[in-house]
């Protein structure tokens, strides 16, 4: 319940910092969107605190490493889908939990909700993917420091280093494409990017575990 917490308190403090005082009247030259500032914010905040739990460097009671689960009843494959399914539902469960801020937000800010909804999902998606590239790591990478350096390293690279490529290929910026399905682009590629990033990388977890079985 703690990293619930922290997210209502961040999103809720920048929704009132970011509401006009008169909340009955829009300044027409105030053009962000504090819709979609919540909604990046959202995207940063899941996608560390999903990917790190994976990772275990957020410990969560009860939550066993994927390795740990092959002295259990479980088949590779098993594990693997068990834990890709629960990351996603906890996305899920933390976008809708901030939820009711962003669409208040927009509703005084006259923002569209649907191209909202569909950034939602994106960030949703966007999270995912980058959650199943921790939970290789936890599996291929033995040492805790090389594995939190990995990720570290994995999220400044999506994050920063894909600011350095050119205008038009940013989309794959996780806060970029949030932004621009926001104003109305089509959230096909990034979608398709980032599930993609996810299926592969949970294709790759099974197959090093099952590695683990046959040693």
Excluded at 26 to 53: E, K, M, R, W
Excluded at 115 to 135: P, R, S
Excluded at 144 to 156: D, N
Aim: charged share 10%; aromatic share 8%.
């Amino acid at each position: 319940m703690l990293i619930e917490a922290f997210f209502l308190s961040v999103l809720g403090l920048l929704a009132f910092l970011g509401l006009p005082p008169e909340l009955n009247q829009v300044d027409p030259t105030h053009q962000a969107s504090l819709g979609v500032a919540l909604l990046i914010v959202q995207a940063v905040l899941f996608t560390y605190c999903a990917s790190a739990c994976a990772l275990q460097e957020i410990g969560v009671e009860g939550e066993k490493a994927a390795v740990d689960l092959l002295f259990g009843a479980f088949a590779p494959g098993e594990i693997v889908a068990g834990k890709s399914l629960a990351s996603l539902v906890t996305i899920t469960y933390w976008l809708l939990l901030g939820a009711p801020l962003v669409v208040l937000a927009a509703g005084i800010r006259q923002e569209a909700i649907g191209t909202l909804a569909v950034a939602a999902v994106l960030v949703v998606i966007e999270a995912w993917g980058i959650t199943q590239v921790a939970m290789l790591y936890s599996i291929v990478i033995d040492a805790e420091v090389s594995r939190t350096l990995a990720h570290w390293a994995t999220l400044l690279a999506i994050f920063v280093g894909t600011l350095a490529v050119p205008a038009s290929a940013q989309w794959v910026n996780p806060v970029v494409a949030v932004n621009r399905v926001a104003q109305g682009a089509s959230p096909g590629p990034a979608l398709a990017l980032y599930a993609a990033l996810g299926v592969v990388c949970d294709w790759a977890s099974c197959r090093a575990l099952r590695r683990f079985t046959m040693a």
